[in-house]
């Protein structure tokens, strides 16, 4: 037997495993039942050395199989629930300038397209970013992915977007590379979303055709030199922003050079977003507030993920995506916090929370949705998103007996989470 292990975590109530058959993502009603084992006289788990999950089981099991063994660390998790590590599908975190202004002129009845339209919302954001150095969006960058961390997101997807042209573009997703090397709390997926608005100035077309013909090669290039790690391509599918047409050319261009198509669509209007994504065969869709039955069936026909972000619809007081129908359809629904200087949300449990209440999830749904179909999201469900032998130990230890308090106890959840475990290794205790 291997003599040296990470980690032990002992006299846990619960292991919420989420799924414990390998599944690669759980599709509408499955999404229902989530794997849990309970145990009064309590739980182990044991972490090996490679950062995976080597074990669990009842503590006097566990005690005997590994009396010989030394463990860097033990955790006693008496009375507590073990989770995996939560999943943000969904995150915008390189920026400079808050927009606490424009939430004010929100709860004044302002829309996101009205705010936008003169000069403020993404635009506001651009002229920000577009003047920062890449060292000051990155020491902004980590401070929020330490919050994150505290909240117990230890994967996250995180894009670019306020840059506009290659130049900024690549400043922020050099931002989230140094972020990947400097700080290993949290694991990154990120995403060129060049097309995330319109530049002042220029016509959709025009900027059709910078993101297709300038940027796109430039991501390839910096990828294949590996100065990049870009994973995933978006687009902001919507009216006055990207038609669907000139989404769709972003899209493929994006696809043809290697990254899984991950866009916003349907956001504020129906765009067809569902239909285009399964027609591209996108790994996932995000927003769908709009959303046609549609789409909704031919996303389901293709497993194409719908990332949900209830932070959207709160702020902005929109019609809430209709996920009953998508669950009912056999869709597989992620959750992400959407943050952004918009939704100013770092918190995956508070998004939990807002996706029962308002878009009538239930909290097995909403866990499924915050970890392993969030995972699948951004093509890592075989590692990541659920507690299971084999796979990255990603894990939270929560102090409830039950894990659902995690989403019950509304914005309690930096007291609640006691421990977040990222590849085998305590990176946040309280
Ligand atoms: O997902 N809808 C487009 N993008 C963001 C908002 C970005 C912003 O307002 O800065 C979203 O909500
Ligand atoms: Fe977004």
Redesign the pocket.
């Known amino acids: 037997m291997n003599m040296s292990n990470l980690l032990i975590i002992r006299h846990a109530r619960q292991i919420v495993h989420v799924c414990n058959k390998s599944e690669s993502m759980l599709r509408g009603k499955e999404m229902a039942h989530v794997a849990v084992t309970e145990s009064s006289n309590g739980l182990s788990l044991v972490v090996g050395d490679d950062g995976c999950i080597k074990d669990f089981g009842e503590d006097a099991e566990l005690e005997a199989k590994y009396r010989q063994c030394a463990f860097q660390k033990e955790i006693d998790a008496s009375g507590k629930a073990i989770l995996p590590g939560l999943v943000d599908g969904?995150t915008?975190p390189v920026w400079v300038g808050d927009r606490v202004h424009e939430f004010a002129m929100k709860l004044a009845g302002a829309t996101y397209m009205d705010v936008h339209k003169a000069g403020g919302g993404i635009h506001f954001t651009v002229d920000h970013v577009q003047k920062a150095t890449e060292e000051e969006l990155c020491s902004s960058l980590l401070e929020r992915l330490k919050r994150m961390v505290k909240s117990g997101t230890t994967l996250v997807e995180a894009?670019s977007g306020y840059g506009l042209n290659a130049e900024s573009e690549v400043k922020m997703l050099k931002a989230l590379e140094k972020a990947k090397e400097c700080f290993k709390d949290i694991e990154i997926s990120s995403t060129y979303c060049g097309a995330h608005a319109i530049p002042r100035g220029k016509s959709m077309e025009e900027a059709t055709n910078d993101v297709i013909n300038i940027q796109i090669p430039k991501i390839k290039e910096l990828n294949d030199s590996k100065e990049l790690s870009v994973e995933n391509i978006d687009v902001f599918c919507e009216k006055g922003v990207f038609d669907t047409d000139a989404s769709e050319r972003i899209l493929q261009a994006g696809k043809e050079i290697g990254l899984a198509i991950n866009f916003?669509g349907d956001e504020l209007h129906p765009m067809n977003s569902g239909e285009l994504g399964a027609k591209l065969d996108a790994r996932a869709i995000?927003?769908l507030e709009e959303v046609s039955d549609e789409g909704i069936q031919a996303m389901s026909r293709k497993s194409v993920v719908a990332v949900i972000?209830p932070t959207?619809a709160y702020i902005l007081r929109l019609k809430p995506p209709p996920v009953r129908k998508m669950i009912e359809a056999g869709v597989a629904v992620a959750l992400g916090s959407?943050f952004?200087p918009n939704a100013f949300c770092l918190s995956m449990p508070l998004t939990m929370h807002l996706a029962c209440v308002i878009l009538r999830m239930s909290m097995n749904e909403a866990l499924a949705a915050a970890t392993i179909n969030a995972a699948a999201s951004l093509g890592r469900s075989q590692t990541h998103g659920s507690i299971e032998v084999g796979k990255v130990a990603d894990m939270i230890v929560v102090d409830a007996p039950r894990w659902e308090h995690l989403i019950y106890q509304m914005g309690s959840h930096n007291e609640l989470i006691k421990y977040v475990i990222k590849n085998g290794r305590v990176v946040h205790s309280s």
């Open positions: 969904h915008h894009k916003h995000s927003h972000l959207t959407d952004n």
